[in-house]
Nanobody
Framework: HVQLVESGGESVQAGGSLRLSCQASGDIYRGYCLAWFRQALGKEREGIAGIFTGAGSTYYADSMKGRFHISEDKAKNMAYLYISNMTPEDTAMYYC?????????????????WGQGTQVTVS
């Protein structure tokens, strides 16, 4: 069983940067995709980036390339999302999710494990 806990969300000013963390428990380093999604108020949940724990390769949604960077620390069972040059449009609840089977682009319906989310507000 996989459990995910996000942290690091806070209020930041436009132009700033932030690193979100996802603490994973369970055996996620056997072919999982660890991904970050976000959901703004009144909008659908959208995929940002994923990291494939077996190969260590990464994927970014086209609209997220450039300002987002996903990484992992296998020793700590952690995944991170670094966001730079933030704008008010980045305001959303950010979620970490894990899936054993997935397709690209990232689809929330394919992810069976979710964290509780961490709120990011940009003003």
């Amino acid at each position: 069983h996989v459990q995910l806990v996000e942290s690091g969300g806070e209020s930041v000013q436009a132009g700033g940067s932030l690193r979100l963390s996802c603490q994973a428990s369970g055996d996620i380093y056997r072919g999982y995709c660890l991904a970050w999604f976000r959901q703004a108020l009144g909008k659908e949940r959208e995929g940002i980036a994923g990291i494939f724990t077996g190969a260590g390769s990464t994927y970014y949604a086209d609209s997220m390339k450039g300002r987002f960077h996903i990484s992992e620390d296998k020793a700590k069972n952690m995944a991170y999302l670094y966001i730079s040059n933030m704008t008010p449009e980045d305001t959303a609840m950010y979620y970490c999710a894990a899936a054993r089977s997935w397709s690209l682009p990232l689809r929330p319906t394919e992810f069976e494990y979710w964290g509780q989310g961490t709120q990011v507000t940009v003003s």
